[in-house]
Each structure stands twice: as C-alpha cells, then as structure tokens.
Nanobody, 122 residues
Framework: QVQLVESGGGLVQAGGSLRLSCAAS????????MGWFRQAPGKEREFVAA????????YDADSVKGRFTISRDNAKNTVYLQMNSLKPEDTALYYC???????????????WGQGTQVTVSS
C-alpha cells in the first residue's frame, strides 16, 4: 500500500510559477512510476506528466510541454511538478498517482493522493 500526499498548490498570477510536491509512504518508492493529473471544475481528469521508475519522462504535449517539468527524488520519496508560465487554464485540482505496473504514463495507476488546488488568476 502506498499513501500519497500532495502539497505546494496555491493562488498565483498568470505568468507565475509553483512547485508541487508529492510525498509517498513506503520503502519501494524508487520502483514506482509516478504521475500528475489535474481536474478542472466541470471537466474530466486529465493527464499532465509522468516519470518512470528509471526516470523516463512523459508530458501532455498540447497543454504543458515546455512549461512544466516533472522530477523525482528517491531519497526523499518525493515527486515534483515544477510549473512555470502558468495560465488561467491551468487552474485545477492536481493529483499525484503511483503505479507498480508496466510503464504506461497516462493510465494504469493504482494509488492516488487527495489533490492540491492550483488557481491561476488573470
């Protein structure tokens, strides 16, 4: 069982930056593929970025590539999402997810956090 706790959300003006963190419990964090998803009000949850156990990265190209960077620190059992040049359309509840399955960045996650709210004002 893996427990995930997100932090780092908040209110920021357009063009600003935030860094989200997701702290994971357990001693096998380094073997998990990790992902970030987001859900805006009235919309379905969507994939944002993922990083595999061996540091392969994947991004949703249309919405965040070039602005967001995913990283992980296995010594701290933490995955990060650095978000730059934020836009009002980035406003959403951001979720962290973990998977021990074969690498499939946009699906097949077994564990989810409770989310952290990101609000970008124009």
């Amino acid at each position: 069982q893996v427990q995930l706790v997100e932090s780092g959300g908040g209110l920021v003006q357009a063009g600003g930056s935030l860094r989200l963190s997701c702290a994971a419990s357990g001693r096998t964090f380094s073997s998990y593929n990790m992902g970030w998803f987001r859900q805006a009000p009235g919309k379905e949850r969507e994939f944002v970025a993922a990083i595999s156990w061996n540091f392969v990265r994947s991004y949703d190209a249309d919405s965040v590539k070039g602005r967001f960077t995913i990283s992980r620190d296995n010594a701290k059992n933490t995955v990060y999402l650095q978000m730059n040049s934020l836009k009002p359309e980035d406003t959403a509840l951001y979720y962290c997810a973990a998977s021990s399955r074969i690498w499939d960045p946009q699906t097949k996650y077994d564990y989810w956090g409770q989310g952290t709210q990101v609000t970008v004002s124009s």
